[in-house]
T-cell receptor, first 114, second 115 residues
Framework: AQTVTQSQPEMSVQEAETVTLSCTYD???????LFWYKQPPSRQMILVIR??????QNATENRFSVNFQKAAKSFSLKISDSQLGDAAMYFC???????????FGAGTTVTVRA | DTGVSQDPRHKITKRGQNVTFRCDPI?????LYWYRQTLGQGPEFLTY????????KSRLLSDRFSAERPKGSFSTLEIQRTEQGDSAMYLC?????????????FGQGTRLTVV
């Protein structure tokens, strides 16, 4: 079974600053996908960014970028120019390329200080 | 279409009662998933449908749980003889195709409290 580990239960960042969330995963597969999801207090999960394991280039989406280290099985999320609306729980998730199930980490709560 | 819809948003029930939740996926999505999320944890996979076929059930889904997706549209998740340990947020998600390039959209969830 695949496991996803987020070692930071909480992170705090000043508005306009940068914060990096850590994620490691365990898998024996060579082809898979990694995701970061955001869950605001309203509880609806929203996809932030996605990375295909076969791609060496790190994914970016506006202020969100990842550092994907396949050999180290590490997948960190960087939020640049943090905004108050970024405050939420962030989940790292994994799925095999031929699969459909998401395996989630325990999450990191991000608070943004004005 | 406003996205994945779940009903009810909140449910309080007495231990031993049966409860049923409904999920309406995005209309053109043929894949539908149920997850369970306890407080402070990430969601855990429960079961998955491709159209009307239930293709996989997690070991988390005991015999007291049953899910259906008649006609490949909405889905229901029923819990019989509820226990306090069933208290959680039940999330539904849907996606359009086999490809993981297709995003899975989540509903707002049904929060179950068993007293």
């Amino acid at each position: 079974a695949q496991t996803v580990t987020q070692s930071q239960p909480e992170m705090s960042v000043q508005e306009a600053e940068t914060v990096t969330l850590s994620c490691t995963y365990d898998t024996s597969e060579s082809d898979y996908y990694l995701f970061w999801y955001k869950q605001p207090p309203s509880r609806q999960m929203i996809l932030v960014i996605r990375q295909e394991a076969y791609k060496q280039q790190n994914a970016t989406e506006n202020r969100f970028s990842v550092n994907f280290q396949k050999a180290a099985k590490s997948f960190s999320l960087k939020i640049s120019d943090s905004q108050l609306g970024d405050a939420a729980m962030y989940f790292c998730a994994y799925a095999r390329s031929n699969d459909y199930k998401l395996s989630f980490g325990a999450g990191t709560t991000v608070t943004v200080r004005a | 279409d406003t996205g994945v819809s779940q009903d009810p948003r909140h449910k309080i029930t007495k231990r031993g009662q049966n409860v049923t939740f409904r999920c309406d996926p995005i209309s053109e999505h043929n894949r539908l998933y149920w997850y369970r999320q306890t407080l402070g944890q990430g969601p855990e996979f429960l079961t998955y449908f491709q159209n009307e076929a239930q293709l996989e059930k997690s070991r988390l889904l005991s015999d007291r749980f049953s899910a259906e997706r008649p006609k490949g549209s909405f889905s229901t998740l029923e819990i019989q003889r509820t226990e306090q340990g069933d208290s959680a947020m039940y999330l539904c998600a849907s996606s359009k195709s086999r490809s993981m390039n297709t995003e899975a959209f989540f509903g707002q969830g049904t929060r179950l409290t068993v007293v």
